[in-house]
């Protein structure tokens, strides 16, 4: 625990003018980002009586052991260069509101030539209409089914598209009514993209036009005395009115405007969101917060401002924020949302009318979110709690393990050897922190040897930054090993897809994240019994740490086998310890398969264009689509190779001499028939015929290494 007296900038040294600070810890950790009208004013108060800050802000100046700050021109610029850096540090004690899950939206793709209509998650993309978000996914699709009787827009994938665009034969949809079918040419792109539009004018609340013209033409069928048609069209009235119950009138003039909510406490914050459009509640969404930092009801709306904009433009943001407080000033918070909009939005209280009414209601909603959130959490932190000292006490550690690496081998019969780090911290996956490393030391299977080089090469990346810091001493410290050098040892980060390319990105200490391995663990775990215990202790000896306490779990009977004794630690089988401890050797073990099957695949996968120097994945495919297979460019000539954008004659060149030197496959036969099958040869690593990749590499989180 640091003074904070022991960093405190000189008198005269912070400038009296706007700006954003960051309070680092002993490892070069941002954990705090803040923002100041005045640094000098802002930065002073955390530098008073300890006794009279907020104990979480107490907590905050003691944890951090420097504080720097970037000076800017305006308050708004301040807003911006803030969220960046909470975006980018991610750090522990400022106020970050987590979603609980992914919430759906509808989805138009106007930026493809037949629009798609279709639920999407995650980050929104260029050139799509978005929709929502909704509670639940089923409601989207029944709001969908109902509309797509009078608005038949495309719903089915890209394949199902093309294999109906080849066989000339629509899908279901189409044959019932609820796709125009463009597929199969029963609408020109323009006609199709005419549905689509009027379809995003519905959905964004021009409702009363479609309604009344469908009862035109009704009419008109039925004055005609085509009785089928408007039976037909009476049916879709019908439809588009069911749809609209979907989403009950709240504001009578049409208003589009998002209403914020806050439930908070002592310890923790919910906040709800109504986004309304055209008078219609949209979708909904909220999340909960711990309270971090002394914060007070504008500092919340502010933060919460931030969260829902920072990454919004256009129509995106609304018109009007209606919130239960203003930031203070409010002035920058307003001018940044208009700048965001493109056009002015205004940011207010609702006093009085409708507004006031359903904002009544949305805080309502945040009230019991904070009432779910406190039942789940209570028994979570108190489990948590619980299985960390548990594991204390079996260890006889000092204290409770708060942060756990645990590191696992895999391979298949010798080959492709891989090992993984997993992370948790507070008894929760960190998954930012994973990483995965090769094994180069040696070949063949050996757990425990591999075991040795995962951990020296983890822990000397962590004593060589100790090092660049002025904090380690190999001289005084028992470095034995002698090289703390950054080397190429072959670890791949969680986000890297593909083989390692024996660099490793180095992050300078001005960058605010520690380096790759700078944070040391309480708890080193790993997957095995009492011999790859010895290794990884071994291993820790060599580099002089004594400090990391090491065990390992044995799959067989779950013991717990510590260095230097002759017989497990045996915890109950109900134990909130062992569950832990299990639930961190399976995450391990998950990770480290996951890489050696990707390694396996890739391998496997690899083609005669792999060996051409300097193409890549991406002219592969340019070239595989050009020609549509292998066999087709392997009969072209060098001067047809370079009419395909991208590659030169060089390149043709050697392409042309690789495809020469390669065998090509011989043909497959269906053992049913006889008959011989003109299979496509493989282009390279996870390359298709269509372009397409064809190796799973894990979900989106494993490769980013990142929290889902």
């Not at 609408?187 to 009344?212: Q, W």
């Not at 081998?409 to 010798?414: A, R």
Request: with cysteine; net charge negative; charged share 30%.
């Amino acid at each position: 625990m640091a003074d904070p007296s022991s960093y405190r900038p000189k008198p005269g040294q912070i400038p009296d003018s706007p700006g954003v600070y960051r309070f680092r810890d002993e490892h070069r950790r941002v954990i705090y980002v803040g923002k100041a009208k005045s640094l000098r004013q802002r930065l002073a108060s955390y530098f008073q009586d300890i006794t009279n800050l907020h104990p979480r802000t107490a907590t905050m100046v003691t944890t951090a052991a420097s504080v720097e700050w970037t000076v800017v021109s305006t308050e708004v610029e301040a807003l911006q260069l803030e969220y960046s850096w909470i975006k980018e540090f991610d750090p522990r004690f400022n106020v970050k509101y987590r979603d609980d899950k992914s919430y759906p939206y509808l989805a138009v793709t106007m930026n493809e030539e037949f629009p798609r209509v279709q639920v999407m998650r995650g980050h929104k993309k260029k050139g799509v209409r978005y929709f929502g978000p909704y509670g639940h996914a089923w409601a989207i699709r029944d709001t969908v089914d109902l509309l797509l009787r009078v608005f038949p827009v495309r719903t089915c994938s890209a394949g199902v598209f093309k294999n109906a665009e080849r066989t000339g034969r629509p899908c279901l949809l189409g044959y019932i009514g609820k796709c125009a079918a463009p597929c199969v040419g029963r609408v020109t792109p323009e006609e199709h993209r005419e549905l689509a539009e009027d379809f995003c004018d519905f959905m964004a609340g021009r409702t009363n036009t479609y309604i009344r013209r469908v009862e035109r033409q009704m009419a008109d069928a039925a004055e005609d005395m085509e009785y089928e048609k408007a039976a037909r069209l009476r049916d879709d009235v019908g439809a588009l009115k069911k749809a609209m119950e979907k989403s009950a009138v709240v504001l009578a003039d049409a208003t589009d405007a998002d209403l914020i909510a806050l439930a908070e406490d002592e310890l923790e914050a919910a906040v709800q969101i109504f986004h309304v459009r055209g008078g219609r509640v949209r979708g909904q969404r909220g999340w909960v917060t711990d309270k971090v930092e002394a914060v007070t009801s504008g500092d919340l709306v502010e933060h919460a401002l931030q969260q829902l904009y920072g990454e919004e433009s256009g129509d995106s943001v609304p018109k009007e924020v209606l919130v239960p407080a203003l930031p203070d000033p409010v002035e920058p918070v307003q001018e940044w949302l208009t700048e965001r909009r493109g056009s002015n939005v205004s940011l207010r209280i609702p006093q009085r009318g409708d507004k006031k009414a359903l904002m009544e209601t949305v805080a309502r909603n945040a009230q019991q979110s904070l009432v779910l959130h406190k039942t789940k959490r209570a028994s979570d932190l108190t489990t948590r709690s619980r299985a960390l000292e548990e594991i204390a006490e079996a260890l006889e550690l000092d204290s409770a393990p708060l942060r756990i690496e645990c590191y696992d081998i895999s391979h298949l019969q010798g080959d492709d050897v891989v090992a993984s780090m997993v992370v948790f911290e507070d008894g929760l996956a960190r998954k930012s922190e994973y990483r995965r490393f090769q094994i180069k030391g040696f070949e063949g299977q050996d757990d425990v040897r591999s075991m040795h080089e995962v951990l020296t090469r983890r822990f000397k990346r962590y004593l060589s930054d100790k090092q660049q810091t002025g904090e380690w001493d190999p001289e005084t410290n028992g470095e034995t090993n002698g090289e703390t050098n950054r080397e190429s040892n072959g670890e791949v980060p969680a986000g890297a897809n593909g083989e390692s390319n024996g660099e490793t990105n180095s992050l300078t200490e001005e960058d605010g994240r520690p380096k790759r391995f700078a944070y040391p663990p309480q708890l080193v775990v790993v997957d095995g019994g009492q011999p790859q215990v010895a290794a990884a202790q071994r291993a820790l000896d060599e580099l002089g740490i004594d400090d990391i306490a090491v065990c390992g779990l044995a799959k067989r009977l779950e013991e717990v086998w510590v260095p230097g004794d002759d017989d497990p630690v045996i915890l109950p089988r109900t134990s909130e310890g062992l569950y832990l401890l299990q639930r961190v050797r399976d995450e391990a073990h998950r990770f480290a398969i996951t890489y050696q099957r990707t390694k396996r695949a890739k391998r496997f996968k690899a083609g005669p264009l792999d060996a051409v120097p300097g193409l890549g994945d991406a002219r592969k495919q340019t070239l595989i689509k050009h020609f549509g297979s292998v066999k087709r460019l392997r009969s072209a000539t060098i001067d047809q190779i370079c009419e395909v954008p991208g590659i030169g004659r060089k390149t043709a060149e050697s392409i042309v001499a690789a495809l020469a030197g390669a065998v090509p496959a011989g043909p497959a036969v269906n053992t049913a028939t006889g008959e011989i099958i003109e299979d496509e040869e493989p282009a390279g690593a996870g390359a298709s015929s269509d372009g397409e990749e064809s190796v799973s590499t894990g979900t989106s989180e494993e490769r980013r290494g990142q929290e889902p």
